[in-house]
């Protein structure tokens, strides 16, 4: 009883904390982060991105119709969180991108897909935690980093005779 009694307490604890009235809040949580080498997936050369906005989409999944939608932005981390209130059990909820706050780094890579599907509910029994991650999402720059090919083949995505052929 009274082990419950303070888990209750530090969950109403994480709610007050910058949120206004969140009562069975879910916070959506994920990087962004500046793709230097366009490939589509976080490398060395890779930097976060700070004050870039996103914003957590869920929708109903038979009318389509808008349930919820928030913006927020990234921290000095290239890590924003998102506070959703409610289940969204039934519905689709999606991550997406909607400004990168860096003019370097302000590209969607074409053929790279822009949103991360988050479930947003308590129901299916995964996980006690508030928290729900998303995958990164990334801008690009326009020009590949002078790096990035010796970065590649040291993460060995690139094969050793690349240059060859
Ligand atoms: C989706 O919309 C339909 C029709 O308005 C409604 O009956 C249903 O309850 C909605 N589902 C959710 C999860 O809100
Ligand atoms: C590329 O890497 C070399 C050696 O690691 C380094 O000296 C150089 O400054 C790097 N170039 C850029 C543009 O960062």
């Known amino acids: 009883m009274a082990k419950n009694y303070g888990v209750a307490a530090i969950v109403a604890a994480l709610c007050l904390v910058g949120v206004v009235h969140c009562v069975e809040c879910l916070t959506v949580e994920g990087p962004v982060y500046c793709d230097t080498c366009r490939v589509d997936f976080p490398t060395p050369l890779s930097y976060d991105l700070k004050g870039a906005k996103v914003k957590v989409e869920c929708r109903n999944k038979t009318t389509n119709e808008v349930t919820v939608s928030i913006e927020g932005a990234t921290d000095g981390f290239g890590w924003y969180r998102i506070p959703v209130e409610g ?69 060995g995505v690139l094969p050793p005779d690349f240059f060859n052929n």
Not at 125 to 148: D, V
């Open 87 to 155: 289940d969204h059990e039934e519905e689709l909820c999606e991550v997406s991108l909607l400004d990168s706050g860096d003019e370097t780094c302000s590209e969607l890579l074409e053929g790279a897909v822009h949103n991360a599907r988050v479930a947003l509910t308590n129901r299916n029994g995964i996980s006690h935690q508030t928290a729900r991650f998303a995958s990164s999402l990334g801008y690009a720059t326009k020009e590949p980093h002078a790096n990035c090919t010796k970065v590649l083949l040291e993460m």
